[in-house]
């Protein structure tokens, strides 16, 4: 019985472990939807010919000095009650060779009344292999978070600098709020729960080994 019992434990480990990883891998299909990152879009704002021409720039000559990073940024006015909160990038362009393509940004949530963010870095969970000069559609989104509701009505701003990025040329970027609940979850909270899982699933494999 015990046999089995570890044996079935060990099957039901390595299938979420692949379940996990295949969720990981995902290329992306469309842009975010309604329900996905949130029940509603607050705000968004469509980046210029010019900052686009500095991100491409940033991908063919990586800014040694970070204050020299290509930045973006939006706003929107917090309400406690439409909590939580989404930010979302979404980056179109095409590849420059063959391969895989990385995007990776760090930035944070700020409100009016405060002096500083804690960073936040937020990357692409597309780990697909690409032709060359094939279109790309990347989203990358924070992870979920609230406002106090002593802030409402405050204006909350978000700023996101280009972390790392290879192997792709920006056609368009758009920057994107979303609020409610959603069913899209970035990999860091995937990996947060399946860590959990597993110190639970390791736990109950000592036990029945005794």
């Not at 995902?26 to 500095?54: F, Q, R």
């Not at 597993?198 to 080994?209: D, N, Q």
Request: include cysteine; proline fraction near 3%.
């Amino acid at each position: 019985m015990y046999v089995n019992l570890k044996n079935q434990l060990v099957k039901f480990t390595l299938l979420l472990f692949m379940m996990f990883s295949l969720a990981a891998c995902g290329k992306v299909a469309h842009e975010p939807k309604v329900g996905e990152y949130g029940e509603s879009l607050v705000n968004s704002v469509l980046l210029t010919s010019s900052e686009i021409d500095a991100l491409n720039k940033a991908v063919i000559e990586k800014p040694k000095d970070t204050f020299k990073r290509p930045n973006i940024g939006i706003s929107f006015q917090a309400d406690h009650s439409k909590n939580p909160y989404r930010f979302v990038i979404v980056a179109k362009g095409v590849t420059q060779q063959q391969g895989k393509v990385e995007l990776k940004w760090i930035g944070g949530v700020q409100s009016e009344s405060s002096n500083g963010y804690h960073p936040e870095v937020f990357q692409s969970d597309d780990k697909h292999s690409y032709d060359l000069n094939e279109p790309l559609l990347l989203v990358v989104s924070s992870d979920p978070f609230s406002v106090n509701e002593q802030n409402n009505g405050m204006i909350y701003s978000i700023h996101a600098e280009l972390m790392e990025a290879s192997n792709i040329q920006f056609k368009s970027v758009e920057v994107q709020v979303w609020q409610g609940k959603g069913s899209q979850y970035n990999w860091t909270s995937y990996l947060k729960f399946l860590v959990i899982l597993m110190v639970v699933i390791f736990g109950i494999y000592r036990l029945v080994s005794r």
